[in-house]
Every structure is written in structure tokens, then in C-alpha cells.
């Protein structure tokens, strides 16, 4: 019989051994505690990689152990995600919110004030959109972020509107800084005018009136434009009135130069109608431009990006933040506030936004010149007026905003707006609508 | 011993060896009972932990208010069937999964007869193909008939085009919406009724049809007399399997319309999706979707109830 060389004392010797080497303390890049963030999955790949690159710098530098994940929005994976880890109370230390996905969770985030406070002393106020939806009365539950915040402007196809409508939008919003006296001609007149006569050339304007978010934003704005309510600060419901019933009057008359199948537009359905060179104008970020200058180069060189129309009450262009969070449940929460703080620096913001052409806007005003809005083309200046700029007399337009955000959120995630408008294409009239919108609401406010 | 005198026997008393000494616990462990239980238990838990926890919390979270701070008993439910929209969601569902069931089961039944009427050597190829749409992953032939309707590329339009005539909002008017979501469950679901039927048909023994001949019967009066009896609780079982399918599915109106146009598509999943997750009411969410509970449970109390009294007058 062989004898073993390995006996059992010392078999038992190197497992305890091997047992007790974790507990050494090896300095590593994780020394100083771990980290793990959702953030979103741009829709320009190499947003990602960039933001991978950015959060190793910090790694780094930190030592701390930081996992990324990047989740999409596509199905709502993002919203589904979010809402798990808030039932679980586990997860991801920082999570990503998209508009009032922030205001859903407020309970479970930490308090961020001195992220906040610190980024706000620096570069000024963050814009009254993003306010609205990462803060209550002072108190903020999440910090704006840049990746993914999005105006959805106006964006049009250069030569159609000069041909058809007689319109030249270049001149409108010159890719300077300077605001022409001609711009004040781009009211929801015009665009109904503009609407008809691109409509009998074949190029009908691709908006959408689904109850998907490029179709909620762009009737809020409307409806912002127009100072119409559907419910006030205090819970009310503002259905019945004045304001509300000149949109729907001026709605009633616009949906007829809409495409027949707007109610059933997703997302993607407006970039697709631009792509295709079936739709002279869309309301939307450059992100179809953007698929346009690889697809369909000769309509990107064609395409202008520039402010909403204005209402009696103002200009309003949608505007849709994201938002970083961090849950109460987080065992690190000063690594993730340092974090946040460090990504939403000008220098990192900057980065980030050359990468994605453009794409990102940051929720810091002071932000709104970077370079590579003037840089980017075919055309060149294309998205100059994509960031809402001073003298383009515009606001941020969250829409039903006017509600408290408990209300707001199910007017928006309903699309009571859209449906509305979807309702007079069907052929309901104005009373009939409102009789509808207002059973809707009165639901909302339970 | 033989001279007479005797030695006393020594009784050694027996001593079990160690091995086969068997206390309670393990007497209980080798019971045919308890083995077949331990065996059971991996799916058990299983379902304990995907099925019955969620859906007790369901019924908890059902009965919360939007913050989930106070106990409101079934006052979502009340509030529910009070809205216009809630109202339509629930004949939207029954419309959408009665319709769908039917067809399917028609088409199933009618592809059955014709697949059993061919020569069996030809009906391997074409019982592999007519499965192709059930074995494709239900998200991904959806989104595929999503591109067929859609409004700048869509290929029924482009065919429509091209014999002159004018492009058809598919997903864009509220009762065409309804027949696309409706005919896209009946493509993907008829294979299943099919298979099921055509598996029927073969158990049907062929001398009931031969003494229906002797008799005189018709084709028809065959299919009336002698099929739809031998196969009337295969019948019953598929549409109540398929009734609680459809009434449930969320992938195709999610994907195809998301419940639009302006909510006439909606179903209990995908309004309670809309409701619970979007717009950050999980309770509401929670209370629509058990809605399902009660109507389903009806329609299966009454179907089972039919198998059941058919199985025992067979018995008889």
C-alpha cells in the first residue's frame, strides 16, 4: 500500500489556510468599498463606452470598486428594474430614472442636497423641468443627469418646408447667437398652415398621437403653450376650461393634416417617418437625424433641428430628464454621491456629450454651449438650436406638470393628452372629449 | 451432554447489529409516502415561491393604497369598475380572448380533419410546418407582424399599393387594431389546437365510422354524430386552456399596440402594466390584474364541470 504524502493534519492545515486568506486585507481597487450602478443603455453605443471609461477613472482614483450596468429602455426595462429593487430593497446602489420614475421611488432615495448644493454653487441653477421632477420642496431625491436628458424639439426638412410651405427655417434659427425677428413667425398657426400644405405635397408631418412619450411631450408642450391645465397645483380639475377648449378647438383642426395612422405611432415610428423621407418635420432629439446620417445620408444633409411653436402663452419645447438615485438601502452611499458629483462635472459632461453628438443636454443652463452643437453635421450648425438657448425665449416643458407629480405621472404614463387629440381625429367632438378626459381625471385624483 | 449431566445453556441474548437497528425517523424516511413527498418537493417549492407567494402578495398589494401606507380592503376594486376605461379594458379582454379562442379552435379543428385526411407520409412535413408559428418565441414573430403593419413600412400596405389601392391604418383605428392583435393570437395559437385535435382524431376508433357508413351517415352528419361526441372533452380542455392563455397575454397587445389606439386594444396585463408599473400605482396595477381570477375561475367551473359529467357517463 502507497503511503500518502499528504497527510491529514496538513490537508487540514491548508484549508484553514485557504479559508482565512480572504481576510487578509490586500489593498485592492476595492478597499475602499464597492459600488454598482445602473445607468441607461445610450442609444448611441459609444455613450456607454465612454461612460464606462469615465467611472474607471474614478475607480481608480478612488479606490472603489465599481460595477456598471447598462440597462435599456426599450420595454420599459429601465422603469421594470427600477421598481423591482424598490419592492426588494436591493439592487443597484445608483439607479437611473427616467422623468417621474424619481418622484415613484422618493420615499426609498436617499436625500442628495449636498450633491445638489455642491454642483448648483458651481455652475448655477438646473434647469425648472428638472427640478420639478428630482426635488420636493426643496428637497432633492435625485441629481439631474445629462446622459439621456433630452429636448424633442422641432426637426425639419429643410428644403421641403422652403418649397412647399415657404418656410426657411435656417434663416428662423441661424446656427448663430443671435435670434432673427423672423423666428416669432413660428407659432401652432404656422405649423397648421405649414401642416396643411405639406400634406397635399405627399410629406405629411410625422407627429404622433400615441400614448407613447414622444406623443405625451410634444401635446404638453401644446397644451403649455396654450396655458391649458387639465389639473392645478391643488388637485382641481381644469377640464371646462377657456384654455382648454381654444387647444382642442385648435387640435380639432390640425389632426386633420396628421398622418391617418397617428394614434398608433410609437417611439420610433416618427424617426422612421423622417428616415424615409415620407415626413418633412418631427418633433424629436437628433437621435433621427443621427440614424438618418447613416442610413439615409442625403435626408440627413436636409435636416434642421430647431425650437418649438410658439402658443398664446409662450414657447414651450418637451423636455425629458433623467435622473441618478441613490436607494436608501445602499451600503456606500458617500462613494455613490461622490461619484454622481464627479460624472456631472462640466468636464466629464462635456465628454461624454462630444461623443454622442450632441445628444445629451445637461440640466445646468450654464452647459448649454458646448462645442459640438456647433460642430456636428451634415449640415453644419444641424443641432446648433437643439439646447434650449437664451434668446430662443423658449422653457422646458414637462408635460401636466401644472399637477402635483403623484397626478402628473398617471396623466402622462395614461397619455390623456394625445388621447385626447387622438379622439377628435376619430371624429368625437369637443364636448364629447372633454366628458371623456374629465372621467379620466377624476380617477387620477383618488 | 451424554453421561448425563447438562450444562447450563448460556441464552446469549440476541443483539440486533447496529445496521439494522431503525429508529422512528428513519422508519418515517423510508416510506413510500415520504420519499414520493421529498421528490415532490423541488417543484413544490418551486411553485410556493413563483406562484402561490406572488400571488398572495398580489392579492395583499391589491388592497393597499398607492403608497402603500394604509389598508383600503377592496376599494380598488370598487374604484376600478367605476371607470369608463376599466369597463372597456374588461370587454376588450373578453372580446379579444373569446374571439381569438374560437378561431383558433375552428381552424385547429378544420386543419385537423384536413392533416388527417392525407397520406401519413406527407403529413410529417406538413404538421412541421404548421407548427412553425407556435415554436417561433411569441415576442419575436410579434414584432415581426408589427413591422408588416407599420405605418411607413409596411409590407401588406406596400402590397396594397401595388394594385392600386390606398394604404390601411392597421394599428391606427381602433377596430382594425382589435382584428390585427385578434388575428395574430389565432395565427400563433392554432398550431397547438391542431396538434391537440389531430391527436384526438387518431384515437377515434375507425369502426364507429365504418358503422356509421353501414347506417348510411354523410360526411357531415359523421363529423356531427360520431367526431364532435368522441371529441368533446378534448374540446373542452383546449379552449379552457387557451381561454386562460389569452386572457393573460400581454406580449402581443404590448408589443403590437401597447393598448392603443387610444385604449381600445387594452387587456387586464397590459392596462395593469400601464397602471401599476408606468404610472406608479402598483396596488391599482395589482387589483387589475386579479380581475382575471374571477372570470376565469367561473369559465373553468362550468367547462370542468361538463368534462367531468361526460367522463362519467363514458364510465357508465
Known sequence: ?446 | MADGTSIPAVVIPQVRPRAQRVGGMQRWMRRRSTIAFLMCLPLILLIACLVIYPSVYAIYLSMLNKRMTKFLGLSNFVFLLRRDTFQLVIFQSCLFAGTAVFFKALIGFILAHLMHNIPSRNQRIWRGLLLVPWVIPLAMSTLTWWWMFDPSYSAFNWLLNQFGLTSVPWLGVGWIARFCTIAVNVWFGTPFFMIMYLAALKSVPEQLYEAAAIDGASALQKLFFVTLPMMRNIIAITVLFSLIVTFADFDIVRILTAGGPADMTHVFATYAFQVGIQSGDIPLGAGVSLFMVPILAVAAYFVLRGVTSRTKEMAA
Open chain 1, 1 to 446: 500500500m502507497l503511503k500518502s504524502p499528504i497527510t491529514r493534519r496538513s490537508a487540514l492545515q491548508l484549508g484553514a489556510a485557504s479559508a482565512a486568506l480572504p481576510l487578509v486585507h490586500i489593498r485592492t481597487a476595492g478597499a475602499a468599498g464597492k459600488l454598482s450602478v445602473g445607468f441607461w443603455d445610450h442609444w448611441v453605443p459609444q455613450g456607454n463606452d465612454v461612460m464606462k471609461k469615465q467611472v474607471q477613472a474614478w475607480s481608480d482614483k478612488n479606490k472603489v470598486d465599481v460595477q456598471s450596468d447598462f440597462i435599456t429602455t426599450v420595454g420599459n426595462k429601465l422603469q421594470l428594474t427600477a421598481a423591482a429593487e424598490s419592492q426588494a430593497g436591493t439592487g443597484h446602489d445608483i439607479m437611473t430614472f427616467l422623468a417621474w420614475d424619481a418622484h415613484n421611488n422618493a420615499q426609498k432615495l436617499a436625500p442628495v442636497n449636498d450633491v445638489v448644493k455642491a454642483l448648483t454653487d458651481k455652475y448655477g441653477p438646473v434647469n425648472e423641468a428638472s427640478s420639478y421632477l428630482a426635488s420636493s420642496k426643496g428637497n432633492w431625491f435625485a441629481v439631474p443627469s445629462s446622459s439621456g436628458t433630452q429636448n424633442k424639439p422641432s426637426c425639419a426638412r429643410i428644403s421641403l418646408l422652403k418649397k412647399f410651405a415657404g418656410i426657411d427655417v435656417q434663416a428662423w434659427y441661424p446656427a448663430q447667437e443671435v435670434q432673427p425677428p423672423e423666428a416669432a413667425e413660428w407659432t401652432y398657426d404656422t405649423l397648421l398652415s405649414s401642416a396643411e400644405k405639406l400634406q397635399k405635397a405627399g410629406f405629411t408631418y410625422g407627429i404622433g398621437l400615441g400614448q407613447t412619450p414622444d406623443s405625451v411631450d410634444w401635446t404638453g408642450a401644446m397644451f403649455a403653450a396654450f396655458g391649458a391645465e387639465l389639473i392645478d397645483g391643488e388637485g382641481n380639475v381644469r377640464i371646462k376650461s377657456d384654455a382648454v377648449r381654444q387647444v382642442l378647438e385648435y387640435s380639432q383642426k390640425l389632426v386633420k393634416f396628421l398622418p391617418a395612422d397617428a394614434v398608433s405611432y410609437d417611439d420610433a415610428s416618427n424617426n422612421r417617418a423622417l428616415i424615409s423621407g415620407q415626413s418633412a418635420l418631427i418633433f424629436n432629439p437628433p437621435s433621427a437625424w443621427a440614424v438618418a446620417k447613416r442610413d439615409a445620408p442625403q435626408v440627413a444633409a436636409d435636416c434642421w433641428t430647431f425650437s418649438s411653436p410658439a402658443g398664446p402663452k409662450g414657447r414651450f419645447v418637451p423636455h425629458v430628464p433623467f435622473l441618478w438615485g441613490v436607494w436608501k438601502f445602499s451600503q456606500n452611499q458617500s462613494a455613490a454621491k461622490d461619484l454622481l458629483q464627479y460624472l456631472m462635472q462640466r468636464e466629464q459632461v462635456e465628454e461624454r456629450d462630444n461623443v454622442v453628438q450632441g445628444y445629451d443636454l445637461p440640466p445646468f443652463p450654464s452647459m448649454n454651449n458646448f462645442k459640438v452643437w456647433q460642430e456636428v453635421e451634415p449640415p453644419k450648425g444641424t443641432v446648433f438650436n437643439y439646447p434650449t438657448l437664451p434668446w430662443h425665449q423658449a422653457k422646458p416643458s414637462v408635460a401636466a406638470s401644472s399637477a402635483s407629480p403623484d397626478i402628473a405621472v398617471q396623466i402622462y404614463n395614461r397619455g390623456t393628452m394625445p388621447t385626447m387629440l387622438a379622439k377628435l381625429q376619430s371624429g368625437q367632438t369637443i364636448p364629447q372629449v372633454i366628458a371623456w378626459a374629465s372621467d379620466e381625471l377624476e380617477g387620477f385624483t383618488r
